[in-house]
């Protein structure tokens, strides 16, 4: 009678790993942290940007009193009187507000509402914008958040500030694992409702109140402000034509805001930055960061001074057109207004109690809806490499440093005695020393380190291949992940550790780094070892590394997501984007 075949032993720091909450704890979470009121940095000067509230006020009144004396002009007058406001040889749309228009418009507000929310909570993790690759402090050009001490380590996680739970999803700090997901899953569905705007849009004859047609728009925009600004309003043509400041207005944000807000969010990916070569590094993650955030400025002041003319000039009329697709004196479109709204107040007040409570399943929900966007991006084999003059000045250091005597007694032994073992589904276990992985064929790497928080430098790295360890080890034709267990535990207690595709180790850029600039790595940085993935994020590259398993699945694993931060952080175990 012949024997089972026998599995192989298991690694035994499988036994350190801690399982995690399905939701926020908040006695085990970051303490709050508060930023500052945003400032703006001019030269060497920073300009707290509330100092713009009363700027603003006074400019709005120096307008309005210089568009009423403009008025009185005769110039003017005539300027006006020949461009009343809607350039005359524009086409009129005959369909008025169909029913899509209005059903997309509210979708519009409604996934923005989301979005929004959730794009300032992941920047509230690295709460300042930099026009370089790199994030060398005191080369940002904006924050929320003192700047960087001198006197102390400060990690990338200690920059990180907390939001009102109004206005960030979920509002507490260094949740942006939770605000991803919220973010990129709406921005799916935003981008599908586009899609279905602009096939409707121009199928029909509303692409003609939008699109400029002649040149007569810009002296019409220009009537129009003058109008609008002298408190005098321009007659409302609305129904079928826009004035020229509103199609200027509505053309930028639907046709150049919305897909530079697609494109630079795309454009901060390792993997999509990577694959696309010279066009990743010419529009590199910071200036991508940046172009990002004045989209979205340009969005909230669009969104803030679109929703007060719709009061201002008319709410009876402006909700007629747009929520009752009638152009009468009825009240037929405020209820549905108004019903609107309160979808939307509803839907802002729960969104983040509800992420709090059922953390997972918004997790589990965002990689339903994006996984698959994920995996496909994991595939591409990065190749994209820079120069030594792009190597950065400061290289942010994160993560939990390992705190116990082992590794306390490698450290002061140089990593005589350290070992790196190999096991799992593999045709031979194998131990490496130090020395050996030195002996071994060196892979050298300038790249550029994408941080899940969002800052980002460049690097140049030694070590040794992943290809060419999984040549030696041979693992079986069952192994589908490799795990990387640390020395370091993770912020929350139980071993630190993280999971890869089997197919994300053979990549010609995944290796076991021993060296950073040309140096031995530092212990802050992740020596003796550490994973350098350049396909994903950054938190998926271990540092600290003390061993690897191949296993077939993970779902036995910590709490099952692939990952110490995907357990108890709600990361996404594929983050290539």
């Not at 109004?166 to 569905?189: D, K, V």
């Amino acid at each position: 009678m012949s024997k089972a075949p026998q599995s192989p032993p298991t690694e035994p720091l499988r036994a350190s790993l801690s399982d995690a909450d399905d939701r926020i704890r908040l006695n085990h979470w970051m303490p709050p942290q508060q930023g500052i009121f945003p400032h703006i940095r001019i030269g060497q000067r920073w300009i707290n940007t509330l100092w713009g509230l009363p700027i603003a006020a006074a400019a709005l009144l120096c307008l309005i009193a210089l568009a009423q004396s403009l008025r009185e002009l005769h110039s003017v007058a005539s300027f006006i009187q020949s461009h009343p406001g809607i350039a005359q040889s524009a086409p009129s749309v005959d369909s008025g507000f169909p029913w899509w228009l209005q059903l997309q418009h509210f979708l519009n507000m409604f996934f923005m509402l989301f979005i929004m929310r959730a794009g300032l909570q992941i920047l509230a993790d690295h709460p300042r914008l930099y026009w370089r690759r790199d994030c060398t402090p005191g080369t940002d050009w904006f924050r929320f958040q003192v700047p960087v001490p001198k006197d102390r380590i400060w990690t990338a996680k200690d920059d990180s500030v907390t939001l009102p739970t109004w206005l960030g999803i979920p509002g507490l700090r260094h949740t942006l694992g939770l605000a991803r997901w919220w973010h990129f899953s709406i921005n799916l569905l935003w981008l599908i409702n586009g899609i279905a705007f602009y096939a409707l849009l121009f199928s029909t004859d509303q692409w003609r109140r939008l699109v400029p047609l002649t040149w007569e728009v810009f002296p019409a925009a220009l009537s129009t402000a003058i109008q609008y600004a002298s408190l005098n309003f321009p007659v409302d043509e609305g129904w079928t034509r826009y004035n020229g400041l509103q199609q200027f207005s509505y053309f930028v944000t639907v046709f150049v805001a919305a897909p530079i807000s697609i494109l630079t969010g795309l454009m901060q990916s390792p993997a999509i930055s990577n694959a696309l070569g010279w066009f990743g590094r010419l529009l590199n993650r910071q200036a991508m960061r940046s172009v990002h955030f004045i989209a979205f400025t340009w969005f909230v002041v669009f969104i803030l001074a679109h929703g007060a003319m719709v009061f201002i000039t008319g709410i009876r009329q402006n909700t007629n057109h747009m929520f009752g697709g009638v152009n009468d004196a009825s009240w037929r479109g405020l209820p549905l207004f108004l019903v609107a709204m309160a979808i939307l107040v509803a839907a802002w007040l729960i969104a983040s109690p509800i992420t709090i409570r059922y953390a997972r399943l918004v997790q589990r929900t965002g990689a339903f809806m994006i996984g698959w966007l994920m995996e496909i991006a994991e595939g591409w084999d990065p190749r994209s490499q820079l120069t030594k003059e792009d190597i950065s000045p400061y290289f942010w250091p994160n993560g939990t440093m390992p705190n116990s005597k082992e590794f306390d007694h490698l450290l002061a032994e140089n990593f005589v005695s350290y070992r790196l073992r190999v096991s799992g589904l593999v045709e031979e276990s194998r131990e490496f020393s130090l020395a050996d992985l030195r002996a071994m064929a060196k892979q050298e790497q300038i790249t550029t380190h994408f941080c899940i928080q969002g800052w980002s430098g460049v690097a140049e790295w030694g070590g040794v291949a992943m290809r060419d360890i999984l040549d030696l080890v041979k693992p079986t034709p069952e192994a589908r992940y490799a795990v990387f267990y640390s020395l370091a535990d993770g912020a929350d207690g139980g071993r630190y550790y993280d999971v890869h595709g089997i197919g994300n180790m053979r990549h010609a850029l995944t290796i076991l780094a021993y060296e950073m600039n040309g140096a031995p790595l530092s212990a802050l940085h992740g020596a003796p070892l550490r994973l350098r993935c350049e396909n994903e994020l950054g938190f998926k590259m271990v540092k600290w590394v003390t061993a690897i398993e191949f296993v077939h699945d993970f779902a036995d694993l910590g709490a099952g997501q692939g990952g110490y931060n995907e357990d108890h952080e709600f990361y996404g175990y594929r983050m290539p984007i």
